[in-house]
């Protein structure tokens, strides 16, 4: 998965730079709360669940069963309400 297209025509990257610009890392309510006091960050990277918000379009595609399957796409909603 070094690069996929979005729904808009832009590609995404998704290797190359550190910090990646358009990747967010996700980690549920649930998982924090596991952790307390001093956090590992490489740890809690790992636990992380991989988001990319395309720059161009905002839809945001989220690797819910790890990079190794296809993403799911959330799309942006024209007024800012979401939808499925
Ligand atoms: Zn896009």
New binding site residues.
């Given amino acids: 998965m070094a690069k996929f297209l979005?729904?808009?025509?832009?590609t995404?990257q998704v290797s190359g730079d550190i910090p990646h610009p358009y990747q967010w890392n996700l980690l549920s309510d649930v998982d924090f709360d596991r952790h307390s006091g001093t956090v590992d960050a490489d740890e809690l990277y790992l636990q992380t669940t991989l988001m990319f918000r395309?720059?161009?379009?905002?839809?945001l595609w989220i690797y819910w069963r790890g990079p190794e399957h296809p993403p799911s796409l959330y799309s942006p909603g024209d007024d800012g309400q979401t939808q499925s």
């Fill in positions: 979005c729904v808009c025509g832009d995404i395309c720059p161009q379009s905002d839809h």
